[in-house]
């Protein structure tokens, strides 16, 4: 039955596929020529007088071209999609680890003690719902560094989640857990490592995925600001080249990333996860 | 002089109440002693205290009032000689029914090598009959089975003495019975002191040497302690056809269906608040009306009740 199921669902995934791809093949086809091209047109190299978004075969087409050879290098305008994203991904985990490594420890102190989480929730509370790219200009002037400051951002961003879903992990584990720790006579450090965080870890984990996914959101906009490479880069140097087929194919390879980027880290989860 | 193993002495719980500033006195005054290796068993009425003395005994929770005084010296905090069996088991989830015991030996003895310290607690998953479960995690055992487990991590890391919260309560009732018989067996070989509440009249009398009674709260006190002169070994079947069984039995439960209520609240100038010492099951026994007949269907009825 289930089976059958994931059958029909594939099944009408690319049914779904194919009209959207289609409907979008015969909206985007340029009308037929009425009149012959002159001979200045065809001097011109027989540009269109009018600007049109892609056909759907066209991005393929290019989709092809790009990803058969993703890595090669010709100069700053001219990089393949593959070091494009891998600068991305790179400035994402630098941030996003960097983030991890503060953001853990904290939450584990404001999850432990309630006095640490009724002194730092204010300012929590204050910096959380900043835009990420507000810090931008201040990181720029601070850091001095493009790169840095991207990284900065993300890790900003990165942030917030972690440290609210570690907190909350670690103060809702089981007071019975704790108790049988206290019982042990364990020690502070043995009771967080053995008792509170594997108690934690599933919370600890989805605040993890939560902040990659916001991370990897942030980062195409950072590189739209500082430029240079990256795949935020990337998309808004095609839309200068007036190259809407790359745009189009960047988007999609934003999308892809971003899954596999999720699937890694609830694969990580599996890991952790426990069943009462 | 000598000093009994543990000592309860005045013991109290009060909470400051929040809205008149007038203080909730769950228990106050309770006197008791246990022997070492002795088998005590507390019953009463929920919301009388007993988890609550139970927790201060194993020092999870700080008196109001009073002191426990334990091998001399005064109980402060949680420690490894007091293990404690949770009603709802505490297992890790996240660690197998092995890695659990393995976790509190390794407590109890961190210089002990990796391989005596897994030998010591397949040990003791043998003892509760659990030897091929030992990779399997708490979610997939049965309650009977978690139980188990939570009964072989206490008795292996060999506590002076033993606090058990109601272990039994969230079991099925034949269930219980072969868990109560495990509990004696590894008792009888470790014999360990053991306090334990219990809400089951039948699972006092065979597990325990004496029972204490507790009044309802607020202002619980332990009331009576009453004996229970059965000689051991003792089996849920052998037990029930001795002839002070009923005696006993019917003393528990007139006490927690009628003199629980009648003697509950604040002890009143005239009354020292002593608790009683009876022994139903001597032939002497004069404290106690036995007249009922056991097992009559108003007895049964009651016991209910009192469960």
Same mark, same amino acid.
């Given at each position: ?54 056909? !759907? ?56 003690? !309630? ?6 929730? !204010? ?13 931008? !200009? ?139 | 002089?000598?000093?009994?193993? *543990? ?18 006195? *769950? ?8 022997? &070492? ?11 009388? =205290? ?8 194993? /020092?999870?929770?700080?008196? $109001?009032?009073?002191? *426990? ?7 402060? /905090?949680?420690?490894?000689?007091? =293990? ?21 030996? #390794? ?38 089975? #978690? ?27 034949? $269930?219980? /019975? ?12 470790? #014999? ?5 509440? $219990? ?44 002839? /002070?069984?009923?005696?006993? #039995? ?7 269906? $009628? ?28 404290? *106690? ?14 016991? &209910?009740?009192?469960?």
């Amino acid at each position: 039955m289930l089976a059958t199921l994931n059958a029909r669902a594939t099944l009408l995934s690319l049914v779904f596929l194919t009209v959207a791809l289609g409907a979008w093949e015969m909206a985007c086809q340029p009308p037929e020529k009425s009149v012959a091209l002159s001979e200045y047109e065809l001097l011109m190299g027989g540009a269109e007088q009018e600007a049109r978004v892609p056909p !759907p075969s066209a991005v393929i087409a290019l989709a092809y071209k790009e990803l058969s050879d993703p890595f090669y290098d010709a100069g700053p305008n001219d990089k393949g999609i593959g070091i494009q994203l891998a600068y991305s991904i790179y400035r994402v985990l630098v941030g996003f680890f960097l983030a991890a490594a503060v953001a853990i420890p904290i939450g584990f102190v404001i999850g432990m003690s !309630p006095l640490m989480y009724k002194a730092m929730n !204010p300012y929590i509370q204050v910096l959380r719902p900043i835009s990420p790219l507000a810090w931008m !200009p201040l990181a720029l002037f601070i850091i001095q560094d493009s790169e840095a400051s991207a990284i900065f951002v993300i890790f900003i961003c990165s942030i917030w989640p972690m440290l609210l879903n570690t907190a909350f992990g670690v103060a809702n584990v089981r007071k019975d857990w704790v108790n049988v720790a206290l019982t042990h006579e364990l020690s502070q450090v043995r009771t967080a490592l053995t008792v509170i965080l594997p108690a934690a870890a599933p919370t600890i984990l989805t605040g993890m995925r939560i902040s990659i996914g916001i991370a990897w959101l942030v980062i195409v906009a950072a590189e739209m600001l500082v430029g240079g490479t990256g795949i935020g880069y990337y998309v808004w140097n095609e839309w200068n080249n007036l190259d809407l087929a790359s745009v189009i194919f960047s988007i999609f390879m934003i999308g892809i990333v971003g899954m596999a980027l999720d699937l890694a880290l609830s694969a990580t989860t599996r890991f952790v996860q426990y069943k009462e | 002089m000598v000093h009994p193993f *543990v000592e309860i002495q005045g013991l109290a719980k009060r909470y400051p109440k929040a809205d008149n500033g007038e203080e909730l006195t *769950v228990f106050e005054n309770a006197n008791f002693t246990i022997d &070492k290796g002795e088998f005590v068993c507390v019953i009463g009425h929920s919301g009388c =205290g007993k988890s609550t003395i139970l927790n201060i005994l194993a /020092g999870l929770d700080e008196a $109001t009032d009073g002191i *426990v005084i334990m091998n001399g010296k005064e109980v402060v /905090g949680p420690g490894l000689e007091r =293990g404690v069996v949770f009603q709802n088991y505490s297992l890790m989830p996240w660690l197998s029914a092995l890695k659990n015991i393995t976790f509190a030996v #390794r407590a109890r003895w961190p210089h002990w090598s990796k391989d005596k310290i897994v030998e010591h607690s397949r040990k003791f998953l043998k003892l509760v009959g659990l030897d091929g479960v030992e990779d399997r995690k708490p979610s997939e055992l049965s309650g009977g089975m #978690r139980q188990r487990v939570s009964i072989a991590r206490s008795f292996a890391t060999q506590p002076q003495m033993l606090l058990l919260d109601e272990p039994f309560g969230a079991l099925d009732a034949l $269930t219980r /019975g072969v868990i109560q018989e495990e509990l004696l067996k590894i008792w009888s070989e470790t #014999r360990q002191t053991v306090f334990m509440i $219990t809400h089951d009249v039948d699972e006092a009398i065979l597990l325990s040497d004496r029972i204490l009674l507790m009044t309802n709260g607020p202002y619980a006190r332990i009331a009576e302690s009453v004996k229970v002169s059965i000689p051991r070994p003792r089996n849920r079947n052998s037990v029930i056809h001795h002839p /002070g069984y009923y005696r006993i #039995r019917n003393h528990l439960v007139e006490f927690l269906v $009628t003199r629980s209520k009648a003697l509950s609240g604040k002890i009143s100038d005239e009354d020292d608040g002593e608790t009683v010492v009876v022994d139903p099951a001597a032939t002497t026994a004069a404290v *106690v009306s036995v007249s009922q007949p056991p097992l009559s269907s108003n007895d049964s009825q009651q016991e &209910k009740m009192a469960r």
